[in-house]
């Protein structure tokens, strides 16, 4: 196995992009299997293992697998105790996004052979359940296009050498509710609105004197310190402890002024040698 660099399990929902991970992947120098019984998880390994050294393994394991998936606990087992740590890429969506993308596929649910479109999805979200629970990386693919998605797959997973930590940094409005993926929240509610002043209300936190608005305040500058430190110190601990992603969500009321400004300004503050950041701005758009 010495000859693996990497081994990344990609699983999660039936029409929440684990083609277009497993696409992007191939394009950042993956050697990518789809559909793999997770007992043939250690002979594929093996396998590979023969041939050219360093190379990063994404496997693609989902519901088609069936009767196969409960074999996968022993197999991650298996590559752990063979020296090589697995990490995992969790696709999710809402319902209801998952209902239309599969009614526009036209395509039947796997778990589906003679109930619902929605017993599929809850049948597989329970075979799914520790899995997601377990992900190194979590992306909720609800409000995303094919090429936002590509985005967050590249930030995570590209040149796995060059960082040891890939952060991902959302801003988003808490009336549509708080990111799935985010392994961290934060609330700039505590800051003036930009929205009551007339000739900010139509600009956004990219336009600089909505930043100057929003930075002006003392407590804007005290929170970029403070969670500043403590963002660098859990990517310290993220590293000593075998995981190199970090999803960080900044929330305001609407996703459009104080939580888009405080994302640029936080991502600005922690990209460096030992960082890659990424900034969404989930919500901007949307009023």
């Not at 990609?10 to 993956?30: C, H, I, N, P, Y």
Request: aromatic share 6%; net charge negative.
């Amino acid at each position: 196995m010495s000859a693996i660099r990497e081994v990344l399990l990609v699983t999660g929902m039936t029409g929440a992009g684990r083609s277009t991970a497993a696409k992007v992947l191939e394009d950042l120098g993956w050697f990518v299997v789809d559909n793999l019984p997770p007992q043939l998880l250690e002979q594929t390994i093996e396998l590979l293992g023969r041939g050219a050294s360093d190379t990063r393994l994404a496997v693609v394991v989902d519901a088609r697998s069936r009767w196969f998936f409960s074999e996968l606990e022993g197999s991650l087992t298996a590559l752990r105790e063979g020296g090589l740590r697995p990490s995992i890429l969790f696709l999710d969506a809402s319902d209801d996004v998952l209902v239309r993308r599969q009614e526009a596929a036209r395509r039947p649910h796997p778990l589906m052979p003679e109930g619902r479109l929605l017993d599929g999805i809850e049948a597989e979200r329970s075979m799914l359940r520790v899995l997601r629970g377990r992900a190194d990386v979590l992306i909720d693919t609800s409000h995303l296009n094919v090429h936002q998605l590509a985005a967050r797959v590249t930030t995570a997973f590209a040149d796995p050498e060059v960082q040891p930590i890939r952060a991902t940094v959302v801003s988003f409005g808490f009336k549509y509710g708080i990111p799935a993926d985010a392994d961290m929240v934060a609330d700039m509610r505590f800051l003036p609105n930009p929205f009551w002043v007339p000739e900010l209300r139509h600009q956004t936190g990219l336009n600089e004197p909505v930043r100057e608005y929003v930075y002006a305040a003392n407590e804007a500058m005290e929170f970029l310190d403070n969670y500043e430190a403590v963002l660098k110190g859990v990517a310290r601990g993220f590293v000593r402890e075998g995981k190199r992603f970090l999803s960080v969500a900044i929330g305001c009321t609407g996703g459009k002024h104080r939580s888009v400004a405080m994302s640029e300004a936080l991502a600005e503050r922690l990209r460096g040698d030992d960082m890659r950041v990424m900034v969404v701005h989930r919500d901007l758009g949307r009023e």
